[in-house]
């Protein structure tokens, strides 16, 4: 694979961009009223895939307090109000550790993936398995540039993903009877796909530490749970091994844990969704909106099984 060469990385807007500027920049820049029918890229380079996404998002963006203040981190307990325990995690000297391919057993800084890749800004539908959903602006780039530069073995059939474990820092991690630490896996094909994105930020502001700071997966056409968070390792793999939530229950959290309406969980139906911005309730979308980018990724092993 082609290693990338480093990009220089302007973060002057990034830093500065508060919510407030965030949505007045984008009703000047693209002169429209509803600020949810649009998606934009900071970087030109890369591939414009988004010209179609206005159909996809369907409501307003969730604002920045609902987004910080409404969240699932297991780690630091399992209501949905963990952002003030999810202040103790401590982001110095953050680093990404790889196993496998050209760079194995060595050590990304957090400081140097941004400087590494340049950055642009996706808005995605965020669908959790518990059958409600936001729409997010992330900030970051995509998973396959780093995928690409970290040159995996030819064998490599899934990408697994770790987050911290530190029981001092996140008191759930003391349950010790739970897998810790959480481990997420998808496919080769999934992580190279275009929708597969690190982010970094959101409006335009560092991850607050609660949804997954410095660094976490987002990948929209699946349930939330599959989005690890405040990741610290990244391995390539020949052979599957079981992710946190389907290690603990695999009929209720499976491996590929695609959207789909029709299929249920086991204790409520995947019909409809919450929207927690504005409380409407929505029809949910196969894939969450986003069949037009992935589902080539299972033409060849569309079964119920997928959405598990």
Known sequence: MKFLKNKKFNNKEYSVTDEIKFLNRREIMYGFAGLATNLFSYNSNSKNIYSDF????DRDLTDLKTIRKYNNFFEFGTSKQIWK???????????LTIEGGK????SLYFDDLKKRFSMEERIYKFRCVEAWSMVVPWYGFELSKLIS???????TKYVSFQTFFNPEQAI?????WYPWPYTEIITIEEAMNLLSFLAIGIYGKDLPKQNGAPLRLVLPWKYGFKSIKSIVNIKFLENRIPSFWESIEPKEYGFWANVNPQVPHRRWSQEFEKDIGSGNKYPTEIFNGYSEWVENLYSRKMDKNLYF
């Open 103 to 106: 760079y194995n057993n060595s």
């Open 172 to 176: 759930n991690q003391k349950q010790s």
């Open 54 to 57: 206005r159909k996809v998002i």
């Open 149 to 155: 530069y970290l040159e995996p073995p030819s064998s």
């Open 85 to 95: 325990s999810a202040q103790n995690l401590n982001l110095k000297d953050w680093k």
